[in-house]
């Protein structure tokens, strides 16, 4: 089973750039990475997805390494309301693969 | 346009019993995965159906099942339960098979006692 890491908490200042990383070794060349966030008592949110090259939504914008075996998630100014667990999901053989997350606290 | 929502939303159970949790996904959507998530282990999958067929499983038990009708509203439904069932489960759902961005319901809230 692909799986990803994530560091399981991380801090940022508000309104300054988040990137949240992901690692994802035993990806496969066809498997999507995907992001998804759960803010309290919410079920997950969809935030940005990818295959090889960088991708940019009005949430966020993903960058993922040549190597694909790492992405980076980046939110380009960080609000309180960006507070929430991230997590960082290989797409494999139609399953989805939660990590455990990055506990995102954000600082007013 | 309505979201994915999922009934009951809390539910309190005895050991040994039976429960059927119900989810109806946004109108259009065909495809409705199921997510158990506890503090201990987090968010795993537990089955997605397309078109009222089975596609993918998780790995648990029998005891969990599911079933997709035709108006693509989905049931899963856990028997004999036991203490460690006790959890939030999800309903997804997406307008094609998993790898579309999904939309998750607010979750039903199980308590095994």
């Known amino acids: 089973d692909a799986k990803t890491t994530q560091p399981n908490s991380m801090e940022s200042n508000e309104e300054e750039p988040v990137h949240l990383p992901c690692n994802h070794s035993t990806i496969s060349g066809t498997d999507y990475i995907h992001w998804y966030r759960q803010l309290p008592s919410q079920g997950p949110e969809y935030v940005i997805h990818g295959l090889t090259s960088n991708v940019n939504n009005r949430m966020a914008s993903l960058a993922i390494a040549e190597d694909r075996k790492s992405s980076t998630l980046i939110l380009h100014r960080a609000t309180l309301r960006d507070a929430a667990v991230y997590y960082c999901i290989s797409n494999t053989g139609n399953q989805f693969y939660f990590g455990t997350g990055t506990s995102l606290t954000v600082i007013p | 346009k309505a979201g994915v929502t999922q009934t009951p939303r809390y539910l309190i159970k005895t050991r040994g019993q039976q429960v059927t949790l119900s989810c109806s996904p946004i109108s259009g959507h065909r495809s409705v995965s199921w997510y158990q998530q506890t503090p201990g282990q987090g968010l795993q999958f537990l089955f997605e159906y397309f078109s009222e067929t089975q596609r993918n499983k998780g790995n648990f038990p029998g005891r969990f099942s599911g079933r997709q009708f035709s108006n693509s509203r989905s049931e899963m439904n856990v028997s004999t339960l036991e203490l460690g069932d006790s959890a939030l489960y999800l309903c997804?759902?997406?307008?094609?098979?998993?790898?579309?961005?999904?939309?998750f319901g607010p979750g039903t809230r199980l308590t095994v006692t």
């Open positions: 997804a759902s997406s307008r094609g098979p998993q790898g579309y961005e999904q939309y």
